[in-house]
């Protein structure tokens, strides 16, 4: 629970801003406004409190990840299967449960907070929680799957209230396990962390994909939308009543520019970059949706903050601009066999394929240091810590709060 004091403090700034807004325009209402902004200023040196933007570094204890698997670390390779290597060659030298050849946006974030990797939640063999969890999983949707779940088909069963029920659990359990003491008490986060910590959402891509593999038209896709996000906006209320304060939500990625998406759909029409526009459009449009819905939860919840980060904007600077920004060829698949893009369906990274009667391994390209696209679907650690150093600036978000300021009110 957040401390009583911090409730009224922010309700008292929630109230004396209102008032200072509330006569706009009046010359005699300037006065009116000076003096609410001074007895402001003069609230906050005499509590300690500042309701003005601070730009002090927050200390997050914790963050708590929901997601698929842009930001799974392990979860998925828990429940079902490991990735076999190259993955993981670029950071960890073995597959480490992401889906990716090194770091995922998730884990920049925490190391930029000074904070440990996040254990999956279903990891049991990796139960320091005492920093966080992450429940994201790979394929993991925001509503109930409608493709044939694991293992009859490819989905996820872990789709994001599932994953918030799992939070919920891990909220009490942690608590009944830290009474025990000793060992157990250091494994497991203090209760007050709970409200302090950051709760991060990557979720959303795969409602859409899915549905467009099911050979949903995009028209039946887009007229989706509204319900996927809504499913979303009742999970972010339904942690809000589980003490969650601080939200910071990534949009979706520009699933267009997949060597996936552009060798599933070759008869898609290309951008001047070669990504596919409607498939483009239909993430931005996802994205308009979901950037409302926090706006209005921002109203519903003020005691909370909430941040949309545009990573769709961030990471399209590397189709626009590849070589600028040190990359090259940002349509192909860095790890992958097969046509224009390096990708095919039946030639996953890892596996092994028969090509002309010799069985050749799915390996890695040369330097995915300078790749964009690790294996067609997911993005390489490059392009993660790129996209990483821009989103947590501030300057992609909305509001415009750094990564590091997020635990301020707005
Ligand atoms: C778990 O992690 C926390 C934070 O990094 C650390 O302080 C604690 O000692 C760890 N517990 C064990 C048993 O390693
Ligand atoms: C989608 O359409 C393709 C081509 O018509 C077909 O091969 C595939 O089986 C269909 N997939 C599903 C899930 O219906
Ligand atoms: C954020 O944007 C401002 C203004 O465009 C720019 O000066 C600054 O370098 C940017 N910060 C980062 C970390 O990209």
Not at 283 to 311: H, M, S
Not at 312 to 333: D, I, M, Q, W
Not at 393 to 404: H, R, V, Y
Request: hydrophobic fraction near 40%; charged fraction near 15%; glycine fraction near 6%.
């Amino acid at each position: 629970m957040m401390k009583k004091s911090v409730i009224y403090h922010q309700l008292l700034c929630l109230f004396l801003t209102s008032l200072s807004f509330s006569f706009p325009g009046k010359s005699m209402d300037r006065t009116r406004t000076i003096f609410i902004f001074l007895s402001l200023l003069l609230y906050g040196s005499t509590t300690g409190f500042s309701c003005v933007f601070s730009s002090e570094s927050c200390r997050f204890p914790a963050i708590f990840n929901f997601g698929a698997s842009n930001s799974d670390t392990g979860g998925f390779a828990a429940a079902f299967f490991q990735p076999k290597p190259p993955y993981g060659d670029t950071f960890f030298g073995m597959p480490s449960g992401r889906a990716c050849d090194g770091r995922l946006i998730v884990d920049f974030t925490v190391e930029n907070l000074d904070l440990p990797f996040l254990s999956s939640y279903l990891n049991s063999l990796a139960i320091n929680f005492s920093h966080g969890a992450n429940f994201a999983t790979v394929s993991s949707t925001i509503r109930l799957p409608t493709a044939d779940v694991i293992p009859q088909g490819q989905a996820s069963p872990f789709y994001l209230s599932l994953q918030c029920s799992q939070f919920a659990q891990f909220k009490n359990r942690s608590q009944i396990i830290r009474r025990q003491g000793g060992i157990y008490a250091s494994l497991m986060p203090r209760e007050e962390t709970f409200a302090k910590a950051l709760y991060t959402f990557d979720i959303g891509q795969n409602d859409l994909t899915q549905s467009l593999f099911l050979n949903m038209t995009i028209v039946q896709v887009i007229a989706a939308i509204p319900d996927i996000v809504n499913h979303f906006s009742d999970n972010i209320k339904n942690l809000y009543s589980l003490g969650a304060r601080l939200f910071w939500v990534y949009n979706m990625r520009p699933i267009g520019c997949f060597p996936q998406i552009l060798t599933s759909f070759p008869s898609a029409k290309k951008d001047s970059v070669g990504c596919a526009k409607l498939y483009n459009r239909l993430a931005q449009r996802f994205n308009a949706e979901l950037k409302n819905a926090l706006a209005r939860l921002r109203i519903e919840f003020p005691l909370a903050t909430i941040v949309y980060v545009d990573l769709y904007s961030a990471l399209y600077s590397l189709y626009t601009h590849p070589t600028k920004n040190g990359f090259e060829r940002p349509l192909v698949a860095c790890c992958g066999y097969g046509g224009k893009y390096n990708y095919g369906r039946d030639a996953a990274c890892g596996e092994t394929i028969n090509v002309n009667g010799k069985n050749i391994m799915v390996g890695s390209c040369k330097d995915p240091s300078v790749r964009v696209s690790w294996d067609g679907v997911h993005f390489t650690e490059a392009a993660n810590k790129f996209a990483f150093d821009l989103v947590s600036s501030g300057n992609f978000s909305n509001p415009p709060i750094p990564l590091k300021l997020a635990c301020h009110h707005r």
